[in-house]
Each structure stands twice: as C-alpha cells, then as structure tokens.
C-alpha cells in the first residue's frame, strides 16, 4: 500500500505527501493545527530507487511522494479539516470515483466522533461506464459519473451548481448504496459530514 497525503493551501506537506505501507503496519502522523487536506491509497505501484515509478490507481506524477501533488482519480478520499471552532470536520469521499475501501476511527475525542467507513468492494459493482480496468481486463477503480461523462448534471457544475439543482444520479445512487456514510457526489454533505474535538484518528486502506 502506498498512501498519498495532498495538504491544503498554506500548510506544510505531511511527510512529503507519500511514502510506502506493508500490510498490517501503522505509520504515525502529527499534523500542525490548523491542518487540512486529503489522504487516499494508491495500488499497483512499482518505484526505483531514486522514487520514480507509476501506480495503477491513485498515481501523483509518477512519484513516491507527491509533494502537493493530487491523486489521480479515482480514488478513494479521507478528508479532514482541524481544529475549526466547531472542532475536526472528517469525511470519506467518492466523488473522485473509487479505488480500494477506506475507513477513519476517531480516537479520544469528544463530541459524536462517528467512525466512517466505505469497505465495500465498489470495484464488483461498478456500473458500466465507469470502471477503470488493469491489462489483465480486472476492475481495479470505479470513476465518477462527472469523470467518465463530463457533464454539469453529473459534475454539478454550470447551470447544476446548487444543491437543488444537481441531485443525486443513477450513478452516485450506486455509490452511496454501497458506502451510505460517504459523500457519493458534490452536493451530498448531509449524511457525508461529520465533526470530532481534540481526537486522533486512524485511516485504514483494506
């Protein structure tokens, strides 16, 4: 497992925005207050030495650490903004499509603290027209409906730039039935976001 981390604007790149994971091991993370950003998995990668390569799902240009750089969708997201007033918003997000299952456990906080996950396995279940396959023809991502059709009522964006106006589709309908805790398209925040105070939280890929 490869994580990626992408850091939002004016706050320092957690460890150089990637690094390498083996299966049952845990890296710790101490991110700055104020602190937010992204994390998702990437699969299938190969590097050199010097940390150049390529990864099958979730690749950042080509490199172990991504430095500010994006995952490639899709990609499964863990989405965290700290220490607001209201304490840490956290969620799990789809609508960069999906690639592996992806959970966040808050711990030692205080508030709801709801633990998010998405473990289905979207990638059986991807509707047609959206998977991404590997070489092999195995469906190793699921794309957003706004990736693999780039249209506004799918993208909500244009004349669908509003809650009202871009509902959720037969596509993001999938998305959410298989992981009803994450966001499935742009304007999905009701059941999709959730808040902790003063916790730690542990993301999983599995």
């Keep these: 497992m490869w994580p990626g981390i992408l850091t939002g604007a004016g706050k320092p790149q957690l460890l150089d925005g990637g690094f390498q994971l083996k299966p049952g091991h845990a890296i710790n993370i101490t991110a700055p207050k104020g602190w937010s ?12 030495i010097s940390g150049k390569g390529k990864c099958i799902t979730g690749d950042c240009g080509g490199k172990l650490k991504c430095v500010g750089a994006g995952g ?12 607001s007033p209201e ?12 690639n592996l299952p992806v959970s966040i456990v808050p711990f030692g906080g205080s508030g709801q603290c709801t633990t998010v996950e998405c473990r289905s396995d979207l990638n059986r279940n991807c509707p047609a027209g959206l998977e991404l396959k590997n070489i092999n023809g195995r ?6 409906a706004c990736m ?4 506004p009522e799918y993208c909500c964006t244009g004349d669908f ?12 309908k999938v998305f959410k039935a298989s992981c009803p805790m994450a ?19 542990l993301i999983s890929f599995c």
């Design 72 to 83: 490639e969708p899709p990609a499964s997201l863990a989405e965290f903004t700290l220490d």
């Design 139 to 144: 469906v190793v991502g699921c794309k957003s």
């Design 87 to 98: 304490g840490d918003f956290y969620d799990v997000s789809l609508v960069d499509g999906y």
């Design 148 to 151: 693999a059709f780039n249209k």
């Design 183 to 201: 966001y499935s398209y742009a304007f999905d925040d009701a059941t999709s976001t959730f808040t902790c105070k003063g916790a730690d939280y």
């Design 161 to 172: 730039n509003s809650p009202k106006k871009c509902e959720p589709s037969s596509y993001s």
């Design 37 to 48: 950003g992204r994390f998702w998995g990437r699969s299938g990668c190969t590097f050199d």
